[in-house]
């Protein structure tokens, strides 16, 4: 596929998805990116913003199998991953597999559960597979986690592991519409809800195709340096107490190589690594001062970085 083709793929898709999920198309496009360079999404936003309905718009929007999982503290890994069942007419156990197998999950309020079902997604969200009884099994492809939890109610929560948090290649948040916005929300809705009517504007395979073209986007060895210098310097702030992760610069120049193409270019800006760090960076942090303002803190603390760090100038183009 050539990247002027993908470019049109990646706009149809996010302008399929903004007729449901209305005045967001910055979130939208962050979404669609994490999809489209093989990452997981996680979402931290107050209830009813349409972080459900965003997950249900984009698998309709390719067609793909989606699966719901609420997190509670009572979840078992086994609901999660699946289960061997012993079948008394063959003698034998068959796998039944749990939602996890899916092309888009949603795991809604991640950090309602404990740490042994949060674990559970490990192997999924890196690996793409599941390991059940000593059996691994891969998983759909494509294969897209969206989280989310609540990032000011902490009670009866278990706060996610930065092991578990280094996973999400995106951390966005959806906010609140505008006025005029959500007055276009409640008419639309008056009857029927918009998803209804959606229909899949792309196949799981040009998905898959979309993903290794991504890959193919230029990266000039300068940018690369560049997106590698604003992870490095996350390790040597005063204000963090850990920066980011190796993880952390491959989520960076990943982004940065979807966001070109959703951009229509076949080549990386330091623009793109700039414009895709504050979602891809500070949710890999650990503050020196661990508080509930800890996320706007280092957000701050990206922000010094980026301007500390020098720009490549000059870098050339593809076909220039």
């Given at each position: 596929?050539?990247?002027?083709?993908?470019?049109?793929?990646?706009?149809?898709?996010?302008?399929?998805?903004?007729?449901?999920?209305?005045?967001?198309?910055?979130?939208?496009?962050?979404?669609?990116?994490?999809?489209?360079?093989?990452?997981?999404?996680?979402?931290?936003?107050?209830?009813?913003?349409?972080?459900?309905?965003?997950?249900?718009?984009?698998?309709?929007?390719?067609?793909?199998?989606?699966?719901?999982?609420?997190?509670?503290?009572?979840?078992l890994p086994s609901d999660v991953t699946g289960v061997s069942i012993y079948n008394q007419k063959t003698?034998?156990?068959?796998?039944?597999?749990?939602?996890?197998?899916?092309?888009?999950?949603?795991?809604?309020?991640?950090?309602?559960?404990?740490?042994?079902?949060?674990?559970?997604?490990?192997?999924?969200?890196?690996?793409?597979?599941?390991?059940?009884?000593?059996?691994?099994?891969?998983?759909?492809?494509?294969?897209?986690?969206?989280?989310?939890?609540?990032?000011?109610?902490?009670?009866?929560?278990?706060?996610?592991?930065?092991?578990?948090?280094?996973?999400?290649?995106?951390?966005?948040?959806?906010?609140?519409?505008?006025?005029?916005?959500?007055?276009?929300?409640?008419?639309?809705?008056?009857?029927?809800?918009?998803?209804?009517?959606?229909?899949?504007?792309?196949?799981?395979?040009?998905?898959?195709?979309?993903?290794?073209?991504?890959?193919?986007?230029?990266?000039?060895?300068?940018?690369?340096?560049?997106?590698?210098?604003?992870?490095?310097?996350?390790?040597?702030?005063?204000?963090?107490?850990?920066?980011?992760?190796?993880?952390?610069?491959?989520?960076?120049?990943?982004?940065?190589?979807?966001?070109?193409?959703?951009?229509?270019?076949?080549?990386?800006?330091?623009?793109?690594?700039?414009?895709?760090?504050?979602?891809?960076?500070?949710?890999?942090?650990?503050?020196?001062?661990?508080?509930r303002t800890s996320s706007s803190e280092a957000a701050a603390i990206l922000r010094e970085i980026l301007?500390?760090?020098?720009?490549?100038?000059?870098?050339?183009?593809?076909?220039?």
């Open positions: 596929m050539e990247h002027a083709a993908a470019h049109d793929k990646t706009r149809l898709l996010v302008d399929n998805i903004e007729s449901v999920i209305k005045g967001k198309r910055r979130t939208v496009e962050l979404a669609s990116i994490a999809l489209l360079s093989g990452g997981q999404l996680l979402i931290e936003d107050v209830p009813g913003v349409g972080k459900t309905m965003l997950a249900r718009a984009l698998a309709r929007s390719i067609a793909g199998s989606f699966q719901r999982i609420q997190f509670t503290p009572d979840l003698g034998e156990f068959q796998f039944q597999p749990g939602p996890i197998f899916a092309n888009i999950v949603l795991i809604d309020e991640i950090n309602r559960t404990t740490p042994r079902t949060q674990s559970s997604l490990l192997e999924a969200m890196e690996e793409h597979q599941v390991t059940v009884d000593g059996r691994t099994r891969r998983l759909p492809d494509p294969f897209f986690v969206m989280a989310t939890q609540n990032p000011i109610e902490f009670y009866g929560t278990y706060p996610l592991p930065e092991g578990q948090r280094d996973r999400f290649m995106v951390s966005v948040g959806l906010g609140y519409p505008s006025f005029d916005t959500e007055k276009e929300i409640a008419n639309d809705q008056m009857i029927s809800h918009p998803i209804g009517n959606l229909d899949p504007v792309l196949s799981l395979g040009e998905i898959i195709e979309l993903q290794q073209v991504v890959r193919t986007v230029h990266l000039e060895p300068e940018v690369l340096d560049y997106a590698v210098s604003i992870v490095h310097a996350t390790r040597n702030h005063a204000g963090l107490l850990l920066g980011a992760s190796p993880r952390g610069s491959l989520a960076l120049a990943r982004g940065s190589q979807a966001a070109a193409l959703v951009e229509g270019r076949d080549y990386v800006l330091p623009d793109d690594v700039k414009a895709m760090a504050p979602w891809v960076l500070p949710h890999r942090f650990i503050t020196r001062e661990r508080s301007e500390g760090v020098p720009v490549p100038v000059g870098a050339p183009r593809r076909g220039d």
